[in-house]
């Protein structure tokens, strides 16, 4: 139970890494957006042979991952909608300024984006004892240019250093008691509920990477960034066959 927390709470603690980044640094926007087609890449990799694979392995001819994955998608779809016309719309939009009255939205927004993640590596460990280092690097990876572009965009809207970081503390910890809860919730769950939940997920974070990283790593790093989505991919899967190797 411990060790679902402290794993979540790694994979968030990059959103405190990126913020402490964007205070000592100046990363360009260029660099940014490589790191969002690279992290992107990982995310996809992570779904396909992590959840989706899964699902279709507990679920298997029982319809659950198909309907999971669709569910999760529109879920996600949805509730960002909602976030967004509560003035939440540029949460990843590299250079953009976040002013104070939008504190609460852009939280929400990026709760929303972690949510998913935080919850399979919770999972993840309650099924097989550890954590799945493929998923951990990919939400781990993701989470820093979205918190490296959220600072700088903080920054620019008069946050201060100590606030900027204790909203990233704060975020993390939720994050990781979504694993908790990951961890918790499903000690009598059919294996086609939990295929149903793997592929939401999937679904979920599928949705993020093709409405929020995908474009904003494209207009940041150009063309390149769809090799840094690859590569992100090809790390990932690697990972996939290291741990598999290893069983």
Known sequence: MLSAFLWGLFAASSLILGGAIAQRFNISNKVLGLIMGFGAGTLISAVAY??????????????????????????????????????????????????????????????????????????????????????????????????????????????????????????????????????????????QWLSFIHAFAGGAILVMVSNSMTPEAHEHGGKLAGIFTVLGFAVAVMIVILEQGGR
């Open 50 to 191: 992590e959840l989706i694979f899964e699902a279709v392995k507990l679920g298997r001819f029982s319809g659950y991952p198909a309907f999971g994955l669709f569910a999760g998608a529109a879920t996600f779809f949805f509730s960002e909608i909602i976030i967004e016309k509560m003035g939440a719309s540029n949460r990843k939009k590299i250079a953009a300024s976040h002013g104070s009255n939008l504190v609460v939205p852009m939280v929400l927004a990026i709760i929303l984006d972690g949510i998913p993640e935080s919850f399979v590596i919770g999972m993840g460990v309650y099924e097989g004892g550890t954590v799945s280092m493929a998923m951990l690097v990919a939400v781990f990876i993701s989470n820093l240019p979205e918190s490296i572009a959220g600072s700088l965009g903080m920054k620019s809207g008069g946050w201060g250093r100590m606030k900027v970081l204790l909203l990233w503390l704060a975020i993390g910890l939720v994050c990781a008691l979504t694993s908790l809860a990951g961890y918790l919730l499903f000690e009598h769950t059919s294996k």
